[in-house]
Structure formats: structure tokens, C-alpha cells
């Protein structure tokens, strides 16, 4: 099974709106970490934003939040206020377990393109 | 300092050459990675490193050699290539250890590697 599915191959979005990006993840651990990760052309990965499984609230980092359902397995990321600089693949990332190694796994991504 | 630095950019090899990657960090990070990412795909994680020793090698072909000579180093010598093997090589650290809170996953800017 998939541990981490985005849905979502490509997305547009008018400069200015919100936009969300879908991911949900598998896991049996308790403890888990969920990420968000943009690559821009350039192939940079840029970190933005971080949920744990025990964090009771929502992630946010500047225009960036994350919507954690923890019964629904899912972290949708949800970017305000779109701008031209948004336009990348994102990609949604999920480490697990504990002890001496952090295996993180990717999602397939999704190419975000804003419009003017 | 949350960077990770990696060497060279670019790198053109012929089948037959040996050539190293090199990747540095300076956040006292004790887990590093090796990934490979093709265009339009998530990254594919290769190797993890945890406190300089191998913990993770995800089934890669002998070709492929990964070093850390120490906590801020990691290396990966490549020899007899394929031209499938053309990607971008992408090094990453974490906190690492048995930190369940262990956040972000820095990522290096990438080496995009060409085989002929």
C-alpha cells in the first residue's frame, strides 16, 4: 500500500485564491511526522511546513497551514493568497517510528501552477 | 546555519569514469541521505546514514558507493555507470536519532548527473 497518496497531478489556481493540495497518508504508528515540501524548477527542495501526530493544532508558517485529520489520515496543505512564485511541484512527506533511523516517505506531487 | 551544501552542481560522466559526490552539513544533524530523483517524479530514497553508520540501503546497485567519513560529510562514489542512471542526486539531513519530535529534513540544492 501507498503510505503517501496525492491525488492531485496538477492544479490551477488564480493569483490571489487559496488553493489546497490533498495528501493522505498510511500508517500504523502512533507517533509520525507529516511534511510539505516545494520544488521549484530549479530542483531545490524548499521545507515548509510541519505536522506531528500529537500536535492538537494545525500547523501554520506564514501563508501556509496545514489541515490535520487525524481520523481521516489525511494533511492537506492550504496555500493563501497565491502568488506567481508558488508555481512548482509540491510534495508530501510523512517520517515514522522511532529509534536510530527516519525513513521518509514521498508522494507523487503535485504541479502547482498560478495564474495571473 | 540550515544548509546543506552539495558538490559538484552539474557533473557529464562517461560509462567508464569514476566520480564523487560530495554533501556537507553543519547542523549537528546525525541522520544524512542520499536520494535520486528523475524529472517529474518524488525523490527515491537511496541511502541513510545514522550517526556515520549505513542503516538504510535501499537495494542500489553496487555502482553506487556511499561514504561518511564523519558527521558533517557524506559522499557517493559512482562508477561504471548507466545512462539510465542520469538523474538528479539529492542529499539530505535530519536530527536524526530516536527524537520523536524530530522535524525538518534539509535538503541540499542537488547535483544533476548526466551519464553518457
Known amino acids: 500500500a501507498q503510505k503517501i497518496t496525492q491525488t492531485q497531478p496538477g492544479m490551477f489556481v488564480q493569483e490571489k485564491e487559496a488553493v489546497t493540495l490533498d495528501c493522505t497518508y498510511d500508517t500504523s504508528d502512533q507517533s509520525y511526522g507529516l511534511f510539505w515540501y516545494k520544488q521549484p524548477s530549479s530542483g531545490e527542495m524548499i521545507f515548509l511546513i510541519y505536522q506531528g501526530s500529537y500536535d492538537e493544532q494545525n500547523a501554520t508558517e506564514g501563508r501556509y497551514s496545514l489541515n490535520f485529520q487525524k481520523a481521516r489520515k489525511s494533511a492537506n496543505l492550504v496555500i493563501s493568497a497565491s502568488q506567481l512564485g508558488d508555481s512548482a511541484m509540491y510534495f508530501c512527506?510523512?517520517?515514522?517510528?522511532?529509534?536510530?533511523?527516519?525513513?521518509?516517505?514521498f508522494g507523487s506531487g503535485t504541479k502547482l501552477n498560478v495564474k495571473p | 546555519d540550515t544548509e546543506v551544501t552539495q558538490t559538484p552542481k552539474h557533473l557529464v560522466m562517461g560509462m567508464t569514469n569514476k566520480k564523487s559526490l560530495k554533501c556537507e552539513q553543519h547542523m549537528g544533524h546525525r541522520a544524512m541521505y542520499w536520494y535520486k530523483q528523475k524529472a517529474k517524479k518524488p525523490p527515491e530514497l537511496m541511502f541513510v546514514y545514522s550517526y556515520e553508520k549505513l542503516s538504510i540501503n535501499e537495494s542500489v546497485p553496487s555502482r553506487f558507493s556511499p561514504e561518511c567519513p564523519n558527521s558533517s560529510l557524506l559522499n557517493l562514489h559512482l562508477h561504471a555507470l548507466q545512462p539510465e542512471d542520469s538523474a538528479l542526486y539529492l542529499c539530505a539531513s535530519s536530527r536524526g536519532g530516536s527524537d520523536p519530535s524530530g522535524r525538518e529534513q534539509f535538503f541540499g540544492p542537488g547535483t544533476r548527473l548526466t551519464v553518457l
Open positions: 512527506a510523512m517520517r515514522e517510528g522511532r529509534g536510530n533511523f527516519n525513513k521518509f516517505y
